[in-house]
């Protein structure tokens, strides 16, 4: 199936890296090349159409979704130098390698987190307790001394910690389903009022140590004393923009992508079924065969993250206007 290849995206924006894949974690190479030549082709996951987006000029800042930033630390130090403003969402859930097949121990990722918060700024790294997944391993009352530990553990590192139940796509439920059958545990999609319940709680503990709960894109599940989240945020970046003594103002504008999203607009370098951490519950991969597989094949001189096989051989570069 061919696709068709767009200009050069050159208006000011926000690039998000990514919700599609951990590319901090695994493509820090990739991207770092990228970022150097100045743009990336990415592939629209729906209608298969391919864009240039520009990665230096005319770019408002990064939010880069991860699990493990260890591997990232030159790539933000070349941004940063660039005069870009970054944020990190760093994931911390602390799930029983039932559910979480390849994540890097919860105490590891909160030490970097520390150290990226005290280099670039608390702004510039949010808590993801995302999603919040019952089982019988991790029951509501597991959730409330797992989440209060890692909020002790993170005060004064963050403000804010973005949380939200576990989706349940068709594909997460097959995933689901065969990681239960193998490892021998149930799953639940609670009622709304128990999801409530067990919210009321975190908020409590949360606030406790100084971070703000919010509420990622479930405006029926928000309670007393949190918010909802903006993952995607342009006042963040401004933020952080300032605590390095940066003047910047971004316009963009709140473009959710999906019903309850606050997220301002973006533009994502992601490719699905590319990411090996393994998680059970993950939106973003059908195979995790298939995404070690990428991921071992995947060439940090690429163009694309992950280039088409109906586009290999392509080497249209763009003009810079």
Not at 42 to 60: E, F, K, M
Not at 214 to 235: F, K, M, N, Y
Request: aromatic share 10%; hydrophobic share 45%; proline share 6%.
């Amino acid at each position: 199936m061919a696709g068709f290849v767009r200009n050069l995206h050159t208006e000011a924006m926000i690039v998000s890296a990514s919700y599609r894949t951990d590319i901090p974690a695994f493509y820090g190479a990739w991207f770092l090349t990228r970022f150097r030549a100045g743009w990336a082709k990415v592939v629209n996951p729906y209608g298969r159409q391919v864009s240039t987006i520009a990665l230096r000029r005319g770019i408002d800042g990064f939010v880069f979704w991860t699990r493990n930033p260890g591997p990232f630390g030159a790539a933000l130090a070349e941004i940063r130098a660039a005069g870009l403003p970054f944020v990190l969402q760093v994931t911390v859930t602390n799930y029983p390698r039932a559910l979480e097949t390849a994540v890097m121990d919860a105490e590891r990722i909160i030490e970097l987190m520390a150290r990226l918060a005290a280099e670039h700024g608390s702004r510039a790294v949010v808590w993801r307790y995302d999603p919040i997944l019952v089982t019988t391993l991790t029951p509501p009352d597991w959730h409330e001394a797992n989440f209060a530990a890692l909020a002790a553990r993170l005060e004064g590192v963050v403000d804010e910690v973005s949380v939200s139940f576990a989706k349940i796509y068709r594909k997460t439920e097959r995933n689901l389903a065969a990681a239960s059958r193998a490892q021998g545990f149930g799953w639940a999609d609670p009622p709304d009022e128990d999801k409530r319940s067990l919210l009321r709680g975190l908020t409590r503990a949360a606030a406790a140590r100084g971070i703000r709960l919010t509420v990622c894109s479930q405006p029926a599940l928000q309670v007393e004393g949190a918010t909802a989240s903006a993952c995607i945020d342009a006042r963040r970046l401004e933020d952080v923009a300032a605590s390095w003594g940066l003047k910047r103002i971004i316009a963009a504008k709140i473009k959710g992508n999906r019903p309850g999203c606050l997220c301002h607009e973006s533009r994502d370098l992601g490719e699905y079924d590319t990411c090996p951490h393994g998680c059970t519950y993950c939106y973003a991969v059908n195979s995790r065969t298939l995404a070690k597989r990428r991921f071992a094949e995947h060439d940090p001189q690429s163009e694309f993250l992950l280039a088409p096989p109906w586009l290999e051989g392509d080497d249209e570069s763009p003009r810079l206007l």
